[in-house]
């Protein structure tokens, strides 16, 4: 059915239907239902066909999403799909994942102008889920072999994309990660109840059959050192990501039972997979029939929240030291954790951790909002006298993340980092200090989202694709 565009007056925004907090609660599926065709059609139908997208303009890989919109209302679903996965490397995982509300969807000119937004994100689910079903997605086939070889370390979503936009251009890639599965954090960080692995380990299997070698199980540093993976390759890609859990410095923090959130995630995940996990299994990193406490405001916190509800714990309690207006996660998430029993603590931070050896509870300062800091933000004061005591048996660190020090880690000592041991590289060529090295994705730009290291990883390949040619003319001289 073909729909007419600019609809958004007569037609209100819809998403698609969202099983209810009980029954979600009690499964790690994903919680949103897809769209049918005609409703799909109908919303995408909806979008105001802006001379200056809005969307696109916030969107990290400037999506062409008005165009895709367009071919969706008018059934013309195939193009929609060659459209949309023309500027991005996963876009049935960004449509499930991004914080839509904080990019694209929240700056679409009719939302600003109070008809509610298109609902891009479940649009873009909708188009690519169903060029899977139909075969649409097609394999990797470059046009020509080249003699250059690749090697990327870190199979997450900056280091598979730079994989895939290389390998399209002839390249022998080869791809090492510590895990024993591909996919980063999109495997072992992200719940299925947001992103079941099965979507992922499609995208895999396209890349692998595509001639992209993966080494998995490998870790650089223990198993080869940066200088070995160069000399096995004309160029690398370093996109590790941020592992490195950041700590509170407060009394009791040593307790057991006080866990990092991907300590936490990465068993729950694993377990998801059929994995036998000892830690999972004999309590430390389950929640089930526990009070738990969740330290933390983002995206990370609300991923530990959900899993500890469906785990079976006995209540569920996220601390966060601003409101709700401030925190940097997904206001869609916080709905959701709301929906399923979250408790939240606003303005809320930790002073100690009570227990002999494992934890029983923790003592909490009241705090209120006062002057803005350098970022415009305002800053938690404490209220003196307001502390309490909450009962917890499990508390979960989801504080953030820092990189591991790389050049240590590496045995490559002129790798140069930030002060926050980022590493640093020329943002025109993405090239580190070390010539023929680059990097991208967090390891660069710090903890971030999965659509920034889907266009680092994009950047990178075409930076390392001028890099190898440039040689190439070079010895041709």
Not at 426 to 443: L, N, W
């Amino acid at each position: 059915m073909v729909e007419k565009m600019l609809k958004f007056v007569s037609l209100g925004r819809d998403m698609p239907g969202k099983r209810s907090a009980d029954e979600r609660s009690r499964d790690f599926h994903e919680i949103y239902a897809a769209f049918a065709g005609a409703k799909a059609a109908e919303q995408a139908s909806r979008c105001s066909q802006c001379g200056v997208p809005f969307c696109q303009v916030h969107c990290p890989l400037a999506n062409n999403i008005p165009d895709w919109l367009k071919l969706t209302a008018e059934g013309r679903l195939e193009e929609a799909h060659e459209v949309s996965q023309a500027t991005n490397n996963f876009p049935e995982i960004c449509g499930r994942i991004c914080p839509q509300d904080r990019l694209c969807e929240g700056s679409c000119v009719i939302e600003q102008s109070g008809h509610g937004t298109v609902t891009i994100g479940a649009v873009e689910k909708y188009i690519n889920d169903t060029a899977w079903e139909n075969g649409w997605v097609k394999p990797l086939a470059p046009a020509r072999e080249r003699s250059q070889s690749i090697g990327i370390i870190g199979a997450g979503p900056a280091g598979l994309a730079c994989a895939e936009q290389l390998r399209k251009k002839g390249y022998h890639v080869t791809v090492y990660d510590r895990h024993d599965r591909a996919g980063g954090l999109m495997v072992y960080g992200i719940p299925n109840f947001k992103l079941e692995k099965d979507v992922v380990a499609r995208r895999v299997k396209r890349l692998a059959d595509g001639g992209i070698l993966f080494k998995l199980g490998f870790e650089v540093g223990r198993d080869a050192s940066l200088d070995k993976i160069r000399g096995q390759h004309d160029a690398v890609f370093i996109a590790t990501g941020v592992y490195r859990a950041r700590e509170i410095d407060v009394p009791g923090a040593g307790l057991g039972a006080v866990v990092p959130a991907l300590d936490f995630l990465i068993a729950a995940n694993r377990v998801g997979l059929g994995d036998t996990v000892p830690e999972f299994d004999n309590g430390r990193l389950n929640a089930d029939g526990k009070d738990v406490a969740v330290i933390g405001g983002g995206d990370t916190a609300m991923d530990c929240v959900r899993t500890a509800l469906r785990q079976g714990a006995k209540s569920v309690t996220c601390l966060y030291r601003r409101d709700k207006d401030n925190m940097p996660g997904s206001l869609r998430e916080v709905v959701n954790a709301e929906e399923e029993g979250v408790k939240f603590e606003w303005l809320t931070l930790p002073k100690a951790f009570l227990g002999l050896e494992t934890v029983e509870g923790v003592r909490i300062a009241r705090q209120r909002l006062g002057m803005p800091d350098a970022s415009g933000r305002k800053t938690p004061e404490e209220i003196k006298g307001a502390d309490f005591v909450l009962k917890a048996d499990l508390v979960i660190k989801a504080l953030g993340f820092d990189p591991e020090y790389l050049p240590m880690k590496f045995a490559a000592p002129k790798l140069t980092v930030s002060k926050s041991g980022t590493l640093r590289i020329r943002p025109s060529t993405m090239m580190t200090s070390m010539p023929g090295v680059f990097a991208g994705g967090d390891i660069v730009r710090g903890a971030s989202l999965v659509v920034w290291a889907v266009k680092d990883g994009r950047d990178a390949a075409a930076a390392m694709h001028k890099y190898l040619e440039a040689r190439v003319l070079q010895a041709a001289e």
